[in-house]
């Protein structure tokens, strides 16, 4: 209203931005265009399971608001394809996170910084899913990577700094062993990542993963099994508490 009222924005192009929300229906998926206004960030599409065709679609549509996007799960063929369009020439295509982002506004960096720890080599994947996904949303992160408990020292030298955080994102694969570990040194909460690393009896992550739901360590949170993205989110929303960001 305000910006029609000064001008800005015409009654036209009012009407048709209010036209779609809180969302609009594309037949197999509902845009929650209200998103960004009741959490801060747009809606994320999560490519696994959906069509080519969905995923571009859902993707111009949360693009046509003028919003950033980002998709998780997503191959390269469907970032060729949205390539293709010819409509997104700033869209890039992470491909260790398997993350495709389009950045149409550069997002207000935080205040704070989120260390995201890796045990191994091998979990980057799902720490790069968080890292992404922390930074299309204006978060400032630090990767910390291959700090496992099978070499012990090699984290305690960055100490200093992860006791300067608000939250950590602990990622790790094989027990789990290590957000127990940091839960114990440091006096933030540690969100824990299981990823599915490992050999036979890791059964795809849920070894991990209940490593860390048993932690005897206070203050360890523990997301679902190679859940980087859920783990990004929530450290960021704490991060936007403590750094008084609407």
């Known amino acids: 209203m305000g910006q ?3 001008g800005r924005v015409g009654v036209d192009d009012a009407i ?3 036209r779609h929300l809180p969302f609009e229906d594309l037949g197999f998926a509902c845009v929650d265009h209200h998103r960004q206004l009741r959490q801060g960030f747009p809606e994320v599409i999560f490519c696994s399971g959906k069509t080519t ?4 679609a859902i993707f111009e549509s949360l693009a046509a608001r003028g919003n950033n996007v980002l998709a998780t799960r997503a191959s390269n063929e469907t970032f060729e394809a949205l390539v293709a369009t010819g409509k997104f020439p700033l869209a890039r295509y992470e491909a260790l996170a398997r993350a495709i982002v389009l950045e149409q506004k550069p997002p207000a960096a935080s205040k704070s910084v989120l260390p995201i720890l890796t045990a191994g080599t091998a979990d980057l994947p799902v720490a790069m899913e968080a890292k992404v996904t922390a930074e299309i949303m204006g978060q400032r992160t630090e990767l910390i990577c291959d700090v496992g408990v099978a070499g012990l020292h090699r984290l305690l030298g ?7 955080a608000n939250v950590l994102i602990v990622v790790a694969g094989m027990e789990g062993a290590l957000a127990s570990v940091v839960g114990g040194l440091v006096n933030c909460p540690v969100i824990a990542v299981p990823t599915s690393v490992g ?3 890791s059964f795809g992550g849920l070894s991990a ?7 005897c360590a206070s203050g360890v949170t523990t997301v679902n099994i190679d859940n980087g993205f859920s783990a990004a989110v929530t450290a960021t929303l704490i991060n936007r508490k403590i750094d008084g960001v609407p």
């Open 158 to 164: 960055h100490l200093p700094k992860l006791n300067e």
């Open 4 to 6: 029609v009222k000064d």
């Open 16 to 18: 048709e931005r209010l």
């Open 209 to 215: 993963l209940l490593t860390m739901l048993n932690s």
């Open 53 to 56: 065709e969905q995923v571009l």
């Open 199 to 201: 050999y036979g009896a």
